[in-house]
């Protein structure tokens, strides 16, 4: 009867030990399970060019703005979850275009086009695109970092005032640089104090169908 006991008894160690290893392992399968981090979705979005626009504006200090228009010739965004975490777009800088009406016969939109698209300015003939190149963003504060390639220079630029539209999936935003980071001035410094040193790009990206 004793030994009968303590066989019982064994018996019922043994059974609750497995039942507590069974259970803990599958606690632990589903902590870890749980604890997998989910991959974001990544994706590429092509620009299209056509029905995207790029919008430019300059001033003349203290006394008036000049405003246009270049055209896009591609792009693309990548997108990693919600992030944008990559892609680019190419301005075609032989698409100068001013819509403003600062003008006179004196001083005509195309001696504007003329003087923008020299040496001094943008060196068209030998620098015929411009670029951004995205590196990261940060949709809390609503930029996009990356860096600006004008007359094959390169340094780091924010674009600002990101929105997105999510039912059309644009993206718009505005870069504002500094032309002298680029060599973008007159030789002459009495000519080139008249000019604001920024120039200012309202960007529209719209998706390709």
């Known amino acids: 009867m004793k030994m009968k006991k303590v066989t019982l008894l064994a018996a ?3 059974f609750t030990f497995a039942m507590t290893a069974c259970g803990g392992g599958e606690t632990k399968k589903a902590e870890e399970v749980k604890a997998a981090p989910v991959e974001a979705e990544a994706k590429t979005i092509t620009v299209d060019a056509a029905t995207s626009t790029v919008e430019w504006e300059g001033n003349m200090v203290g006394m008036y703005a000049h405003s246009g228009t270049v055209v896009l010739k591609e792009g693309s965004l990548e997108w990693k979850g919600n992030d944008l975490v990559g892609g680019n777009f190419v301005i075609d800088m032989t698409s100068i275009n001013p819509t403003d009406s600062n003008y006179s016969e004196e001083h005509t939109a195309e001696q504007l086009i003329g003087h923008l698209g020299t040496a001094d ?4 003939a030998n620098n015929p695109t411009a670029s951004f ?5 940060d949709m809390t504060t609503g930029t996009v970092s990356g860096n600006l390639t004008v007359r094959g220079k390169t340094n780091p ?4 005032n990101v929105k997105f539209d ?4 644009t993206a718009m935003g505005t870069l ?4 002298q980071q680029y060599g973008v ?8 104090m008249v000019l604001s040193d920024d120039i200012t790009l309202n960007i529209t990206l719209k998706p390709a169908a």
Not at 166 to 169: F, K
Not at 185 to 192: E, H, I, N, Q
């Open 157 to 160: 630029a924010t674009i600002n």
């Open 12 to 14: 019922t160690a043994l």
């Open 185 to 192: 001035a007159y030789k002459s410094t009495m000519k080139d």
């Open 176 to 179: 504002t640089f500094d032309r």
């Open 121 to 124: 300015f943008f060196d068209v």
């Open 166 to 169: 999510d039912g059309s999936g």
């Open 133 to 137: 190149e995205i590196t990261g963003s």
